[in-house]
């Protein structure tokens, strides 16, 4: 948990043995073009960090309920060269951002600023935000030990193999990434795990989403062969979760449904105000049964988990219930409770005893929202219920019943579905496309499946027999990928689903 970004100096136990030439030939073209861009300079190391893919545990990270993702082998490598400073201490320090792909992600320079912080534009969804997101956070854990810091500059070439708005999280990939770089630029050569998560979850909100903390801790914390299970109350804690080693082996199979999750544009109405509405259903909750809620750490100050906490501290909780029936007491709570019909600004102002303009100044300013009706009585039963549901995945992992095929399999892959059903109808999060992806893979033999990520578009993950791989790939490409895109091409195709090992966190690859 406590230890440091591990540093390697070859790659080949990073990547799963049939990708390590691709992979040996990636790394090659960066140095290559590293050295063509930058006056034949070789890079002095290279900061890599994995996209991930949740396995379960959908939009309950910022009501800090636990999840369980895995990290990718699809990542973020940047090359970096620090620059020496300037001999004139008036001349600017500057930072190059390069992307070996430039006709899509266009370079560009920024000057260190002399004081304060550097400008993000979150209104425009430049790639270069993330990079400068993950910089600006280094930069300021750095000037805790040294406020008299004055940052290096860096020539950076990025490269990245996570697609973008596709629920992998290649944003917060390219932002653990880009802080790593910039801590190891100014000197900081054993970057410790969790700072390195703590901040880019942090900095990630600067790029305008209220994010949780999933794909940052994922993505820096996962260990090669495993899931990794992640905590966030009372702090965030990470630990590997290693899947059944006897038995049929655990395949899951991921899906792009190539429907763009435009987390950004369309933030203020779906992932910010999924974020407010758990938030307010806490909140709700409490006022109606007269307990005060403490800043707990989520994203708004306030959370779900903060509401159980309360309760369970007033003299109607019992915090010596196990922790399922603890979240069972609270959907019941929420039945009881919460409107079914939704709820205007006014009635949830009423229920906090405060004025629409403060409601709107406390909870929907920093990261605004556009919404008629908050639905805090659905959104609140799917985080419980989602809670539920990583319980029982993880204890299923932990203690497997004795027949996997028949018993164990089955039942992860219904949770699965479980899962689905209630992001499609509950949380509203799915989308026609990839409800239409679980149920082909369903009719070709998946065990279940379910939309990943943020929703919206993007990915879906499943849990399938090792030899229905072939027969679910063939199925997708029929019935979805080629009537969507008759011209379709192959490398799209090829590049359309993945089956993917739990892949390694974060790493320094260092090459001077
Ligand atoms: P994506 O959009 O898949 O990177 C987002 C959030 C997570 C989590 C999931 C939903 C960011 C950076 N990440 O993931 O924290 O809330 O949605 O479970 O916004
Ligand atoms: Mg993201």
Same mark, same amino acid.
Request: charged residues 30%.
């Given at each position: 948990m406590n230890d440091p970004v591990p540093i390697i100096r =070859?790659?080949? =136990?990073?990547?799963?043995r049939d990708a390590l030439q691709y992979q040996k030939r990636r790394f090659e073209r960066l140095r290559h073009r590293f050295a063509e861009l930058y006056g034949g300079k070789t890079p002095r190391f290279i900061a890599r960090s994995p996209g991930r893919v949740n396995l379960i545990g959908e939009h309950i990270d910022y009501s800090l309920y636990e999840v369980l993702p895995m990290a990718i082998a699809a990542d973020v490598l940047i090359a970096v060269s620090p620059l020496s400073k300037p001999a004139d201490s008036e001349d600017d320090v500057k930072v190059y951002v390069a992307n070996l792909n430039p006709q899509k992600f266009k370079a560009e320079e920024f000057t260190v600023p002399k004081k304060g912080n550097i400008e993000i534009d979150s209104s425009t969804l430049q790639w270069t935000n993330y990079f400068k997101a993950g910089w600006q956070g280094a930069i300021e854990l750095l000037e805790k030990e040294d406020p008299e810091l004055s940052p290096c500059g860096m020539e950076v070439l990025v490269d990245g193999t996570v697609p973008a +708005? +596709?629920?992998?999280s290649s944003s917060a990939a390219f932002v653990c990434a880009s802080a790593l770089a910039t801590l190891r630029a100014n000197g900081l050569e054993w970057v410790p795990k969790k700072e390195l998560v703590e901040l880019a979850i942090v900095s990630e909100r600067s790029v305008g989403v209220n994010s949780g903390g999933m794909d940052q801790a994922a993505s820096v914390f996962s260990i090669r062969g495993d899931a990794t299970s992640i905590s966030f109350y009372p702090e965030l804690y990470a630990e590997a979760l290693p899947f059944p080693k006897t038995g049929p082996p655990i395949t899951f199979m991921i899906a792009q449904s190539?429907?763009?999750?435009d987390k950004h544009v369309a933030a203020p109405e779906n992932y910010n105000l999924r974020v407010v509405e758990c938030t307010l259903a806490a909140e709700v909750l409490a006022a109606d049964l007269g307990l005060k809620l403490k800043n =707990?750490?989520? /994203?708004?100050?306030?959370?779900l988990r903060g509401f159980q906490n309360a309760y369970n501290d007033?003299?109607?909780?019992? /915090?010596? =219930?196990?922790p399922e029936k603890q979240i069972q007491t609270m959907l019941s709570l929420t039945e009881k409770h919460l409107s079914e019909q939704g709820y205007t600004r006014e009635d949830i102002a009423s229920s906090l005893s405060m004025s629409v303009p403060n409601l709107e100044k406390k909870f929907m300013t920093k990261f605004p929202v556009r919404a008629e009706r908050f639905y805090l009585r659905q959104r609140a039963q799917h985080v419980f219920t989602e809670a539920l549901r990583v319980q029982e995945f993880k204890n299923l992992l932990k203690s497997p019943p004795a027949d996997a095929r028949t018993t164990l399999l089955p039942r992860l892959g219904a949770i699965l579905n479980e899962s689905h059903a209630s992001s499609r109808d509950v949380y509203v999060h799915s989308c026609s496309e990839i409800d239409q992806m679980c149920e082909i893979a369903a009719e070709a033999g998946s065990y279940g499946g379910r939309v990943t990520g943020a929703g919206w578009g993007g990915c879906s993950v499943h849990l399938v027999p090792k030899e229905k791989v072939d027969a679910i790939k063939a199925a997708w490409e029929e019935k979805y990928y080629r009537k969507r895109e008759p011209d379709i091409t192959d490398e799209k195709l090829a590049e359309a689903v993945i089956v993917s090992e739990p892949g390694h966190g974060a790493m320094v690859i260092d090459i001077s």
């Open positions: =070859d790659i080949d =136990d990073l990547y799963p +708005g +596709g629920g992998l190539f429907v763009a999750a =707990d750490h989520g /994203p708004l100050g306030t959370s007033s003299d109607k909780g019992n /915090p010596k =219930d196990d």
